[in-house]
């Protein structure tokens, strides 16, 4: 939670020294990942995205003196298995099909099915799942609808509005609608956002680099399944 320059100020070393353990924690957590999250036996899959951005909001990076093109707007995919809240993959770019692509084939890659998907309403899903996943997997989107909040200070810029309802819509296979849902990840999500100082809102602890930001990210994931014990499963969820 704390920033990289905060760190480098309680440690008493140079900045560089911090960046450099952040890209090797991050490169051996991507590559323990990658070899020990594999053929993972999912029955429910829950996925979704979190909100961050590089060095400047989308619209302000046309009046940046240096701008980078890595500068705007990161969307971060979240695949979580429901039942044992381990987090199987993840993927930060742009909200595109692109992006949504190569997230969705590499969480196929590492999970064993039958599998019930259930994402939010985000155009790409809906074709890009049903040609990625097996005829023996089942998808089900769900929508919530939200009212205007009440409330007119800061809080509304950054919360959603009370959601007064959700509607559930089964796009193939036989899924169980009582479980059509994105609670668990969404609760993944703040996880995320409270844990992750690069996606805290309204500091200056935002990320400066793209590759930094997804070394956090990989260093977070691996400790949040292979080391955190998960209050309600009282275990690790690799466990």
Known sequence: GSSMRSISRVADVSINTVTKLLVDAGEACEAFHNQT?????????????????????????????????????????TALDSDSKLMVSWYSGDRDRRCARIF?????????????????????????????????DSYGQIQKVFSNAPDKGPARRYSPGICVGANKDVIFGKPDKAKISTSHVERQNLNIRMGMRSFTRLTNAFSKKLENHAHAQALYFVYYNFVRIHKSLKTTPAM
């Not at 969705?104 to 049903?130: H, N």
């Open 37 to 77: 999250v594999i053929q993972v036996p999912v029955r429910q899959l829950q996925a979704d995205e979190i909100w961050a951005f590089c060095m400047a909001k989308r619209r302000n990076v046309a009046t940046m003196k240096n701008p980078s093109p890595d500068a705007g707007d990161i969307w971060t995919f």
């Open 104 to 136: 969705l084939e590499d969480t196929y890659a590492r999970i064993i099915g039958p599998t019930q998907i259930t994402t939010d309403a985000f155009t790409a899903y809906k074709d890009l799942v049903s040609e990625i996943f097996g005829a023996e």
